[in-house]
T-cell receptor
């Protein structure tokens, strides 16, 4: 039981490049989330999904897109990376039975 | 929407002393209040939570109190140890139901440093 995993762990992009971050969970959770963490700003919700095939915008969605084609996977895409997207990205999941969110190990992204 | 404020942003304590972190929330409909601990370079992990039908909850050296009237809740760590050094986040949410998925609104975090 791996819990929540994320790939890659680190990435450096140049402005304008694109990339996809992958989140996978093996706990059969319905809900999945993408957060970004910046110093002094806590965890801010980018997008979330309440089930396979559904996605919705969170607090800071601009510049990001998501997809949830399979229940266990939640993908976060950056179509044209900007330096303001330099951050640590965390994926999380939770079940409909409870509120606890389980986080992945994070992806450190630097955009130069 | 919900807004959560957390204070202080940094907290230095001597080993063995107590640490208290306070959070306020704005949405009176919030009824679930978790605390997450994030060690350096690691993922956030739930350490304790409280629901609005109770005023206090304890788990060994940590406790959380909730004042619904004033809309604030606090984390108390007693007999602090070096391994308590981390960033602590409070959050507020509605409980998960069939109609609500329980979006968490996080505070900005408190860096706790326990010095020997």
């Amino acid at each position: 039981n791996a819990g929540v995993t994320q790939t890659p762990k680190f990435r450096v992009l140049k402005t304008g490049q694109s990339m996809t971050l992958l989140c996978a969970q093996d706990m059969n959770h319905e809900y999945m989330y993408w957060y970004r963490q910046d110093p002094g700003m806590g965890l801010r919700l980018i997008h979330y999904s309440v089930g396979e095939g559904t996605t919705a915008k969170g607090e800071v969605p601009d510049g990001y897109n998501v997809s949830r084609l399979k229940k266990q996977n939640f993908l976060l895409g950056l179509e044209s990376a900007a330096p303001s997207q330099t951050s640590v990205y965390f994926c999380a999941s939770s079940s409909i039975q409870g509120n606890e969110q389980y986080f992945g190990p994070g992806t450190r992204l630097t955009v130069t | 929407g919900e807004n959560v404020e957390q204070h202080p942003s940094t907290l230095s304590v001597q080993e063995g002393d107590s640490a208290v972190i306070k959070c306020t929330y704005s949405d009176s409909a919030s009824n679930y209040f978790p605390w997450y601990k994030q060690e350096l370079g690691k993922r956030p992990q739930l350490i304790i939570d409280i629901r609005s039908n109770v005023g206090e909850k304890k788990d060994q050296r940590i406790a959380v109190t909730l004042n619904k009237t004033a809309k604030h809740f606090s984390l108390h760590i007693t007999e602090t140890q070096p391994e308590d050094s981390a960033v602590y986040f409070c959050a507020a949410s509605n409980e998960v139901t069939t109609d609500s998925w329980g979006k968490l609104q996080f505070g900005a975090g408190t860096q706790v440093v326990v010095t020997p």
